[in-house]
C-alpha cells in the first residue's frame, strides 16, 4: 500500500482511514517498511524507562544487574533481541518523517527492525498507522487517545515543593514545619512529603519521626495556603513489612507459586495482586485515611508493580488489571484529589490521573556513567537521562499534566553548574510543572530570587521544532544537551 509516497506491507485484520492515518484492527499487526536500519522512536513502559531516538543498527543491550530490571522498564522484554517499546513507537523514514504506529488502548508492545514496525498485544487492539512529521502524528495520536482512555479536566499543573531530592529519606516532623514556614512568601501551591514518613513500604503509619502524626503536618500546610500532599507505593511492600507478614498470600506470584520480584531497592520488595478483592478494600482504606488526614496530592510511586508479569486472581490482561486498581484508587481519593503517578506504565495511567511523571529521577549531578554506558541502564538518577526522557515524551502533554521532576535553584549539596540548573529550569517550563526540592534555608538572597521568578513566571511558550523552545523571548535549544 502507497502512503505518502512509500510503499508499506500492511499486514491487519481490518483497516480503515482516519483523519491523518489509518486505525487498523488486530491482536497483532504488521508495517513492512523501506526504510531499513534507522532511526527508532522508543517509548519505554513507564515514568523510569527509556524514550528516545535510538538506532536500529545497534542490538538492545539488557540492563545490568538483572535484578534491578522489574523497576527498569517492562521487565518482560528486558532479553529481547529486538528493539521495542511499550503503545507506541515510530521509526524514521528517509526525509526525516516518522512511520508510526500507536494502540489506542493499554496492553500493547511496539517493536522495531530494519524490515517491519510490529504491534503485539494481549488482546483485540485498535491501533493508529501514520507516515508524517514526527510532532503532528504524535498530536494525532494524543487525540485519538483522549476518545479511548479520556482526559481530566486540565487547570495548570500545580508549583509543588517535594522533599525528596535535599532530605531524601531522612525527614522529621520538626524538619518539614520548619520548611513550611520558610516557605512563606513564595508562591507554592503544593508541599508534599515525599518517602520517609512512613513505618515500612507497606505499613503506611507515621513512624517515630512523625510524633504528631501526618495531620498535624497537614494542617500546617494548609494554615499556610498550602495543599497537602504526600508520597505513597500503595502497590508494593517488603517482606519486613507487617502487611507481608498478615497476607503472603495478597502478593503476586508466578505461574509456579514463587513471589514475583518487584525491584531491589530496600532490600527487595514484592508487589500486590490488585485484582484481590481483599487487597482493593485494604486499597480504599489506605486511600480513604491519608484523604482523612489532610492530603488532597498524593504522589503514588512504583505503580508498575501492579501490572507486571505474573499469575493474577481475575486472570486479566496485567495493564487493565493495573488501570482497574488506579480506577479505585481514583474513586477513593476522590475527584477533588490531585493524583501524580510515578514510577507508572504510561498508556494504562491516562484519563485517571492528574500528573505523570514522565522520566527518570533527577540528581545534583549530570550524568553516571557508570550505570548509563557499562550497566546500559538510561534510568537511574540523574539531570541527563531525566531531561532525555522527558523531552521525548512531552507529547503527552494534551492528555495529563507532564512533570520532568524537580529543578534545582541552589549551589548548596548540588555539582550542577549554572547552565545546566538552567537547563532543567526550562525544561520544567516547557513540560508545564513547576516543582523543586530546595529547602528555602539552603539558598542565599539570589538563588531565592530566581526561584520566586521562575515560579511566578507565565512566559509564552511556543515548540518551534523537535528540541526547539520559544520561552518568552528566549530562543530554547535542549538538543546540544542531549549530546554527551
Ligand atoms: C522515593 C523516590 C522519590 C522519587 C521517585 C522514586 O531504581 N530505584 O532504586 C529507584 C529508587 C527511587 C526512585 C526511583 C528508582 O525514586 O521517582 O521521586 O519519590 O522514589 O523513594
Redesign the pocket.
Known sequence: MQIQGYNFHISASRLEETLGGYLLTGKTVQIGHPFGRTMFFKQGWQS?SEAAWVSLKENPKPILPPE?RP?CDDPAYALSPVHGGSGLGGIEGYDGRMLFLGALRPGARIEADRLSLKGLADHEMQWFLAYGETGEVLARYAELLATTLGVRAQQPAPRVWCS?YSYYSDISEGQMLQTIAGLQGLPFEVFQV??GWQQNMGDWEPNHKFPSGMAAIALRAQSQGLTPGL?LAPFIARPSSNLFKEHPDWFLRDEKGDLVPA?I?WGGFYALDVTLPAVQNWLRSLIQKVRGWGYRYL?L?FLYAAALPGHRHAGEAREDAYREALRIVREAAGDDVYILA??APIIASLGLVDGL?IGP?VAPYWDNEDRRVFLHDPTGPSAYNALRTSLHRLWLKPLVHTDP?VAYFRTRYNLLGPAQRAVLQDLALVAGFKATSDPPEWLDGEEREQLKAWLEATPPIAQTGPYTFRIGEREVDFARWLEL
Open positions: 523510569w534491578r523497576q525528596w515525599d518517602d508520597w525491584g531497592n504522589k510511586d510515578c514510577g511523571r529521577d521532576d
